[in-house]
Every structure is written in structure tokens, then in C-alpha cells.
């Protein structure tokens, strides 16, 4: 098993940024070509310096309060905002006044999961009520619940699950670990990581002739680590071909899913399973670390809902504050409540930062000579590709028993503080070379700078 | 693979307390011979009205505040009093400034890890220094660290895990999960629960005799389900068991394990292979729903820890709140602080709650005739015998696929409103009956007043 985003790379560059807190506390000067490490490796928008939106925070401040301390305190009007304690109130009530220190039920607390049902018949012009409530559990982050679906259905080592390549490491690490079958489809670089059916076709049958049970094939949109955006009709022709090949879809970080099933009339004629994740911690609110998601489920066999919720059972439940900003995201304040309008401007404010950044790095690095790099339309990931890594590291890396990017990498971060993760470590076609990199980073025209003036002393020295 | 504290009684109970919710909310009045459930299937404090301790909510609420909103507001010090404050300035610089909102390293932010291991050498009366923090993990509660141990040591279907029988399930659940053997000891009743090294040496040799490779054992104390705490030479001759036998003891909620194997020299020695897990969930602070916990490991194989980091890796990493509040758990306010009075005063009062409602309950069980129960010395559990079950319900259950204990706690479910948890869903001796409650709920006497006159109607009804 093994998960590049917080690999060798990662390890290093936590181990840099120790010394060099030692070396500052100290008052000396460290031995690095540079005062701090850009952590790039991971999409944790805080990290970075992305600020937590207020009103959520507002929110579950006054949820850890005891009341007498919190919502009915005589002074607590001038800290919080009267829709955020009226918000408390409610979420109060709905953790049946027995507040963030309990468990909850083992799929999340209901009220929360019947505002994810709402948001989510909003969000797909869905009638309300069409979403039963039942079929969503709340997670720890979506990484959990992608874990615990896996759990339940690759029953044993004959069972297979179709991956993207490149995909995010969750999926193999897991598979791995579960014993199930990785198998991979290919992302089209040169169609901007676009899908090919007929590849999907290829692969499934490659796969069967081994004699794979194919149970489910993994979506990631937009992806990770591509960063691209799927087309309608690519979305639905995987539709279709989960549907033909009695294959439960898992749509991680998806939001056109659902409406494009329904569109084709797969929901009626009960040909999906779908399992679509989202989480906390992508997009404007960034709040990794609170670890809240979800996955939903259309069309789902009773008898993986039941060892899902098995699995939970066993975990009690997860984490109350995580729950609760699951609820926040879903249903932030409504249109003329006080904290309406400045809640949309962080928000925005966020969003354009995102995109400027994004066009700063795709770009920036596109134009580095010896690189390409596909516009990078959501998500927060740049995949750039290295087109010539000179002979000399090529040699020096199979030496040292890495591969070519990674020792790239390791140079990257020795020479710059800035810490990306190989291209190998997501898989990618025999003979390509690159990295991803977030584009959070509000230093993003210097690492873009750094970078290129990187590559060209390391095509010098190992040529 | 099953779970009997969240099982098919706890799944009633969540069902009827809905139908009362129902009723209540449409101003009929229920079928059900009671108006409210009583959940005492799990060790959930808040759920049953123990208030939480102020203090550590109140630097948890600072922490989830932007600076501006939070600990720089000018009115600030009209909710929060100054030595949260100062904590809460502390921790954000814990976390880099980045605040709960991102990812953290992923066995949980150094500077709450130190505060663990100093922790541990106050309570161990060890010297500074002697603990490596870099051997703690914090943990989604105790159980997701549990389940990570087990699945880094359980490799394969020849592996086995001693638990104690009766035991709690999530050590069942987990081995079942990753297909590794249950090596069962038995806990003696008749001697208050205790352990007997001899049945430890023949359930061992029983499983090497069959070609299982015992690499674990686990330790429960003070005891779940059972509610006992075992003495100082039990717990040394587990010690010397496990160094004898190369064995990884698990100690679940355990204190006293590390003291006692530097007592017997065996840290010194390098033969004492520790996992000690402890979490927020339980004791004064029943803080269940934050999902706090942590792992300190003492002797165990590098390779373990690496695919314990891996694991943890995977998951990024536990959430930010929980790893908070075992911070706060293990560091109060000093003596001398503006709340460290407070602070005591409101831990006392729940530990001498909890040490009543013991009383109550275990005596209260005990004085049933037809029922025994052992006194409860720790934790929060009862664990009381049914000697008697009629004929009849026997038979019943029988025809209903259920154990009879799992009949008679569905009969008192619905019957008073009372959730326990059938004692065979944690292992039990063959012939014996009974069941597992908790001694939370400030109704005790009238809990054990229901169940006696329960009992009574229960036998009439079915003999």
C-alpha cells in the first residue's frame, strides 16, 4: 500500500520544515536555499493561508458552548451575529439538545442528512422529498465513506474496481489493502484528460477475460489529479456504461451525476447505482481539517446499505463538528438574514482568488519550455508533464531505485521548499513525467518562477 | 460481522423513540407503555443529560473563531474568561495558525502530541523526556486507533487476536472484518471478572495447536462490557504472559500497564510490546461525539509503526476539534488559572454522579431476585446475570432465531423503554443470560425499578 500525496516527498519536506523552525528558534541560519517549504502536495486551502469563512465558524463556536455560556449568555450579541445563534438554536435542538458531545446516530444525525437531501433535490431541480433521507450517511471527510463503500463491496480478491489513471491514491491504497483487483482506465492528456469509452470497453474486458469480477468503476470530477472537467456527454456515456455493465458508479466530488441520470431515464427504469461523495473540504470552504462528508446513494443493493451501515455502526459515529459543517455548507444563511451578504462576498472573494491562481499556474507552467500543462478548469490541481527529464536523472534515479518524477521532485523541493508529488504516484502512461501541484499557493507566480528556473539548472546539471 | 451495541436492539429503540417523536409532534398519544426511550445500550454521557466540563468547550469555541471574531474582538473578554483565551492564542500557533481548518499531520499535531507525552510521564512518574512523542498517533476516538493496530498486525487468515470473553465487539467486528482469528480467554465471574493466567496458556495453546500464529491480546480494564478493574498482579501477569509468549498487548482504556512494566523491569529489558489506547469519550469528560483518542506505543516493531503511519496517511488525518480536545483533556488549566477552580469543582461533581449512579445501579440489579451483579469498580458499565430465564421465552426465542437474552432485551424495550444490550452479543459462557447497561442515566433508581417489575411480569408471562 502505498499514498504518494503524503509519500516520501511529503516526508522530507515535513522534516525540512522542522529543521528549519529548529534553526530559526536558534537564531542561526539553516542550510536550505530557502526560509520556508510551500506545501503543494495536498489540497488543504488553510495551510495556505485560505481563510475559513466566518458565519460557519460563528456557528459551531457557539455549538461547543454550553448554553449558559453560549446562546444564552446576556453578552453573547456582541460577538455573534443573531442568525448564527439562531442557527445554534436549531442545531442544538437538532442534536436532541444533547449538543457536540454525543454520539450521534451512526449515519450522522438525521436533521443534518435531511439538509443534505434538501440541498442536494435543490441542486438537481429534484421534487422534494425524492431523496430518501435513509440513503445518505455522513462521514469522516469523503475519504471515509469512499473507504467504507469499497469495504463493502469488494467481497474478496476475485472483485474488481475500474480507477482512473491517473487517479488520487485513496483508491489503489485501498484496493490494495482490501485485496480487490485494480483496474484502469485511461485519461486522454492530449483530449484535456478526456474519457474514451471504447477504452472503458478495452479495459472492462481485459479485465473479465482475467476473471475479474468488475463490481464498480471510480469517477473523479473534476479531477484529481488532472484537475479537469468532465462534458456532459462524457458523463453520460459512463452513466450508460455502468448502467450495460450492471456497475455501481462511485462519483467522487461529482454534482452533474445525479441530474444526468434522471435525464436519461436511468433513475426510472432503476438501471444506476450511484454513489455520489462530497466533502467539506473542497472548493470556497477549504475546512479540511474538520473532516465532514457524505456519500449518497441512488439505486443501491439493501444489502451493501446494511453492511455500510454495519461499518459505521462500528465506528459510532463520525465526528459532531464535521456533521455539523456538513449542514452549514448545504444551508448557509438565507437571502436578507444579517450575515447574508458578507457571507456571499467571502465566498466570492475565495472563488475569484481560486480561479486567478488557477490561471496563474496552468499557464505559468504550460510556458515553462519542456513542460505542458492542460488548463486546469476546477478542482484546485495543476497536472503538468515534464516532456524531457535529461539522461543523466533518468540514470541517477533508477540508482537510487525511484522513479525519474520523484527524483525530480526530491530536487524541487531540495532547491526551491516547494513540495509536489510525482505524476508516478497517481499512474500515468509508460514513459510520461510530471508532478501535481495545487494552485492555493498565494505565492503562485514565485513557485511558478521558482520552478522554471529550477528545471533549467537541473537540465544543466544532469545533462 | 455484527455489532451488538449498535445492533437489532438499538435499532428498535431509534424506531420506537421516532414513533414517540411522531406522536408527540402530532399531539396523539403513542401505543407504547412508556413516553421516552432510555438508552443505556452505550456509554454516551451527553446523550443522558451529563453536562459537558465548560473550560474545554470554551477554548474549542475560541479556536473554531477567526482571530478577529474570536480571541482579537474587543468585547472577547465578555463571554471568555482570560485562561482560555491565552489557550486558545496557544493552540492556533499549535497548528501553525492555519486554525481547525486544515489538514494536520497525519498522526495529529506535534504540539497536542507533546502534551499527551508529558501527560503520560506525569501519570507514569516518568522522567521528562522518556516518552517519544513520535510513538503517539492521535485518533478518531480510541476505536479508529484500535482498528488501525489490529489491521497492521493481523496480516493474514492464520493471525489471531486473544480477547477477553466477554469483550466488546469492536475487537470481534474488526477480526471478522480482516479475517483474522479470535482467540477467546474467559473473564471469571465469580471472581469479580478476573483474569486466570492458566485459562490465558491453554486458550493459547489451543490456538497454536490449530496452526494459528497469536500475535496480539487484548486488555480491557477497567472492563467492558464487565465494568471491573483489575488488580496489580492481574495486570502484571499479563505483562509476563505476553513478554513469555512475544505477544502485542492492546491495553483499551488502560492506565496502569506502563507503570507496572517498568516495575517489572520489562521496558528495560526491551520485552514489553504496548499499545495503550485512551480517548475524550469517557470518564468526566464523555466528550463521545468530538471523536478524540490516541495511541502511545512502547517496544512495538518499526515495520508496524510504518503501516500504522501509512494507514494514517491514507485517511490524512484525524479531526482537528478531537485532537484538540485531548490536548485540553490531558492539560487543564493550571492551578492558580482564573477557571482551574471551576474546572475542578464541575469534574468532582460528575465523578461522584457517576460513582453514586454505580451504586445505585449494580446494587439496585444485584438485590433482583433471579439477577446477580458484580459491583462496578470502573468505566460505566453494569454486566448483570439473568440465573433464571422461564421456559417458555427460551422457546420463544428459539423460534425466532434469537438468543434468549436478545428476546428478553427486546421484551423490556418495548415493554418500558429500557435499551440494553444483550450480554451474548459480547460473548458470554455457554448457559449464562443477562445483559450490558450503563449506570449514565440520572433515572438509575427508577431504571432498576422498571427492570425488577419487568422481570417479574416477564417471568409470569412465560412460564
Partial sequence: ?????????????DKFSEDLVVAKRRGVSSDFPFDHIIMTNIGNPHCLKQKAISWPRQVLALLQLPDELGVDHPSVHELFPSDAIERAREMKRAL???????YTHSKGAKPFR????????RRDGARSGSVDVESIFLSSGASEAITMLLTALIRDSTCGCMIPIPQYPLYSATLDLLGGKKVGYYLDEDEGWGLDIDDLERSLNEAKAKGINVVCLVLINPGNPTGQVLKENEVKDVLLFCARHNLVLLADEVYQEKRAADELGLIDQDSVQLCSFHSVSKGVYGECGQRGGYVEMTGIDSDVINVLFKLAASKLCSNSTG????????RGPYKGDVSYDKHEKEKQAIYEGLK???KIMSRGLDKIAGFSCKSASGAMYCFPRIHHLPKGAIQASEELGMSPDTFYSLDLLSSTGICVVPASGFGQKQGRYGFRTTFLSKESEAVVDKIRRHYEEFCLKYT
Fill in 96 to 102: 436532541d439538545g444533547n449538543g457536540l458531545g454525543a
Fill in 323 to 330: 456533521q455539523a459543517m456538513v449542514s452549514l455548507m448545504v
Fill in 114 to 121: 435531511e439538509d443534505v437531501a434538501s440541498f442536494i433535490e
Fill in 356 to 358: 486567478d491562481r488557477a
Fill in 1 to 13: 500500500m502505498d499514498y504518494a500525496v503524503r509519500g516520501r516527498i511529503a516526508i522530507a519536506a
